[in-house]
């Protein structure tokens, strides 16, 4: 009887330490991140090098779980669902979060389910045509697919994804008709482009192949200017109505206390200036871009609302 | 001429370091343990390593990695042949004739088939890499929907005549593989098929849970529901004849035109980005029944069967390097995976980097013949570790068996979904078993149809935007190409067939 009550005494001591731990300094225990893509993807390398990084920063260990399927919901909405102490975290990027819930029923709500923590990844999404294409500027493309009702053939590296919203609505916009041609990826995609099956692309795999000569840059699908063609209009530039930015960041849990997002924002600069992310970054071709807490949030929100409306407009379910 | 060739040199001497052999032994050996434990992937290790690759030398890490994916398809058919579970889906068309060959106690032979195809199919996709790489990679990129269409369709033919008797069971096999292969997102609408609303299955059915479930599991079942004394004798025995633990130059030399010929399919399945080393070992062991002359033998444990998938599978992965190199498209994820490898050291890989610094090309080249090597050195010693392991008693052996398939179906994405899948497709697989019900139709109709009805859709889709509707396919010089190769098939299949029909009329 003793021994239990001493053990339940010890329990009680150290549950009140631990939190007082907590408010003293987050993170005080090992950190677990959701990765919602499988081993081996950019998402997964995204997420162990920032566990990596940020946890020698923070000094202590961050583990990452790799929770896939339903097309990322399934991570997400472990980490909506999990304890907001902070202790859970998960990495999310741009489909999942601002463009899927408009078109199919997700376990979680973007906007109250979870906190933003920060983006530390923007990729660009050049819009690409081959190096010997007849088009050398957007209108000529627009001009060929008006002239040509259902006969330009293009794809983007994810079905339902931000690039491919954002290229319907501007076909929307200028009211013309065109062929998705569906691929498993943008490295099949760029396949498919430099083989003659479609004649636009808006991939991520766009920059290396322009510098290697191989295709030519219409357009950016994203709100950054792309740093290989700096002239290239943005899609929201060229009068289109969107242009959802392409990210990778970090989400915890919607009520974590706000130690935990001053940490992040601390840690995360740290993280993104360091050489080993940046050369990493430079490998993946991502390209480096610091949101923190807020400035995120509101990344989100407007993206949410924007794909809302071109989803509805589009008529993409 | 002279640059030319201390250019070589000078990059071959890159790689031929002590650093390098070390690095690329301990990848060999940590690919084929990761290998044979089904679930655990080299993609995935070096998934891992990737935070830390920074703090490696270019030729440590490189040279590591590739050693690593090298090993791991060789390290996953020593399980398919001895218990029945591919390590990996690449080598579950090795167990149609490995497991066979286990059972009648020439597991060592099996194995041994397997190292020597997997490190012939690995040569000769490096040397066509290193000779023809900008070639084939022209080649590979004129294929597109309307030809992998052609190609799978082709796969399906020499395929259909492993279906066994009576036909209605092999058909009615294939078809649950096409319902089970259809779960998930439609490839062209990418709405939800057959998934009930649950999100579990909106990725579909997982190859790996699918395949150690109705493979491993199934037959953990049916030994299970013999007779108990059973249970304690050896798991796995093997001959006292020692020709019936290696492989004999005699037979080598049998085996020489399915592994060249099996190479050969793999080497230009791996140029393509989209179908695969799994197509490509299935369509490889179709062609080699095809062409045999006891097409009776596959399945019961011909040398051959062996031969055939793990040549093709290993010359998969040499050659998804043509398209990396060739234009910087990574065929699958170990491509994509060394691609970013390549890049955090600096190394950039596409059409440039041919004419600009091929100096890392040459390391690169030197590296792969040498992890060649070391493959099939350390391959005896993977071969007798795993010989000795899984001479437990039977009942230590079933009971672990369905341990690691639960493990590794966990491992592969944190997912007690499919551990209930694992044993889900057990059952299957024994209650297809006792009634008789063909494995190997279900698996095709379970790993091709997906792939064939994505290509043929794209191709119609395609097809709405030709003036000349679905014809345009015949503008297409690899389509007539592919189609006049498959009319000498056919016609040569006709004419063997003629030809001992008239050789039998004689000798009657």
């Known amino acids: 009887m003793r021994g239990i009550s001493k053990l339940l005494g010890g329990a009680l001591l ?8 907590l408010a003293a300094g987050y993170p005080d225990k090992p950190i677990t991140l959701i990765c919602p893509y499988s081993a081996g993807g950019g998402g997964d390398t995204a997420s162990r090098v920032i566990a990596k990084l940020a946890g020698d920063i923070m000094g202590v260990n961050i583990n990452v779980e790799n929770k896939t399927g339903g097309g990322a919901t399934i991570g997400i909405s472990a980490v909506a669902n999990a304890e907001p102490d902070g202790y859970t975290i998960g990495f999310i990027s741009t489909s999942p979060i601002t463009i899927r819930p408009h078109m199919m029923e997700a376990p979680y709500n973007p906007v109250e389910d ?34 040509n009702p259902g006969k330009l053939r293009w794809s983007t590296s994810v079905q339902r994804g931000g690039p491919h919203v954002a290229v319907e609505a501007m076909f929307k916009a200028e009211n013309v008709d065109a062929t998705f041609v569906p691929f498993k990826g943008g490295s099949k995609a760029l396949a498919a482009l430099l083989g003659g099956t479609i004649e636009m692309a808006m991939i991520s795999e766009g920059n290396k192949s322009t510098l290697d000569g191989q295709t030519r840059i219409l357009a950016e699908g994203t709100p950054d200017e792309n740093p290989v063609a700096p002239d290239a209009p943005t899609l929201t530039e060229a009068g289109y109505p969107i242009a959802p930015a392409i990210f990778f960041g970090l989400a915890a849990p ?17 993280v993104i200036a360091s050489p080993e992310f940046q050369k990493i970054a430079e490998a993946q071709q991502w390209t480096v871009h610091f949101a923190d807490h807020m400035a995120f949030t509101k990344t989100v929100e407007t993206d949410y609302a924007a794909a809302k409306k071109a989803i509805a407009d589009i008529g993409m379910k | 001429m002279g640059d030319t060739f201390s250019l070589v040199a000078d990059g071959v001497s890159l790689a031929l370091t002590w650093q390098s052999l070390l690095a690329i032994i301990v990848g060999v050996a940590a690919g084929q343990i990761l290998g044979a434990i089904p679930g655990l992937t080299a993609s995935m290790a070096v998934a891992l390593l990737i935070p830390y690759s920074f703090y490696f030398d270019p030729w440590v890490g490189i040279p590591m990695l590739l050693g690593m994916f090298k090993g791991s398809l060789f390290g996953s058919s020593t399980t398919a042949i001895l218990i029945r579970t591919p390590g990996t889906p690449a080598a579950s068309a090795t ?33 066509c890499l290193i000779f023809f790489a900008s070639l084939l990679a022209m080649v590979a990129l004129k294929f597109g929907p309307a030809e992998y269409t052609i190609l799978i369709v082709l796969a399906l033919c020499s395929l259909g005549m492993l279906s066994s008797r009576p036909a209605w069971k092999g058909l009615v096999a294939t078809l649950a593989g096409v319902i089970i292969g259809m779960i998930g997102l439609d490839p062209m609408a ?234 889900l497709f057990g059952v299957f697989g024994y209650v297809m ?20 009805e994505e290509n043929l859709r794209t191709v119609l889709l395609l097809a709405s935007t030709y003036d000349e509707h679905l014809l345009f396919v015949f503008k297409r010089p690899a389509f007539l190409s592919l189609l006049a190769i498959m009319g000498v098939a056919l016609l040569l299949v006709f004419w063997r067939r003629r030809r001992r029909a008239l050789a039998a009329r004689a000798d009657a």
């Open chain 2, 95 to 127: 167990v149609l004739d490995g497991y066979p060959l286990a059972q009648q106690g020439k597991g060592m032979k099996a194995i041994k088939m397997a190292l020597y195809a997997s490190v012939f199919g690995d040569t000769f996709s490096d040397i």
């Open chain 2, 190 to 423: 990418a709405t939800p098929r057959l998934t009930f609303g649950n999100p579990e299955l909106e990725e579909g059915i997982g190859l790996i849970p699918m395949l150690i479930g109705f493979l491993a599991v199934s037959e953990v079942f049916r030994q299970m529901s013999g007779k108990a004394e059973d249970l304690s004798g050896r798991a796995i025995r093997y001959s006292d004849d020692p020709a019936d633990n290696r492989v004999s130059l005699t037979e080598f030399i049998q085996c020489l035109p399915t592994l060249i010929r099996s190479s050969a399919i793999g080497t230009v399945i791996g140029a393509m980005p989209g179908l695969g080393s799994t197509v490509a070992a299935f369509i490889a062991y179709g062609e080699a029944r095809r062409a045999s002359k006891t097409p009776e033998k596959f399945g019961k444990g011909a040398l051959e069967g062996v031969a055939a998938p793990e040549s093709a599978n290993n010359a998969v992965s040499g050659a998804n390097l043509i398209p990396l190199l060739a234009f910087g498209i990574p065929g699958d994820i170990a491509a994509a995976l060394i691609l970013s490898a390549l890049m955090v050291q600096g190394v950039t890989v596409g059409p440039l980097a041919f004419s600009q610094n091929p100096l890392p090309l040459y390391a690169i080249y030197a590296a792969l013949i040498m992890a060649n090597f070391v493959n099939l050195f350390l391959g005896f010693g993977l071969a007798k570790v795993a010989s000795v392991a899984f001479s437990v008693p039977r009942r230590l052996l079933l009971a672990s068996v369905l341990v690691i398939a639960a493990a590794g179906s966990y491992a592969l994405r944190g997912s007690v979904f499919d551990v209930q899948l694992v044993f």
């Open chain 1, 114 to 147: 979870l906190t933003y923590i920060g983006q530390f990844v923007a990729s660009n999404q050049p819009m690409i045509v081959r190096a010997d294409s007849p088009y050398k500027s957007l209108a000529d493309l627009i001009a060929f697919a008006k002239e």
């Open chain 1, 14 to 21: 150290a549950a009140t330490m631990s939190s007082g731990a």
């Open chain 2, 433 to 452: 078993m006792r009634f008789g019900f063909p494995p190997v139709p279900l698996l095709i109709g379970f790993i091709l149809m997906p792939l064939l």
């Open chain 1, 254 to 270: 919607k009520g974590v206390p706000d130690e935990v997002t001053a940490k992040w924002d601390e840690v995360l600069p740290k």
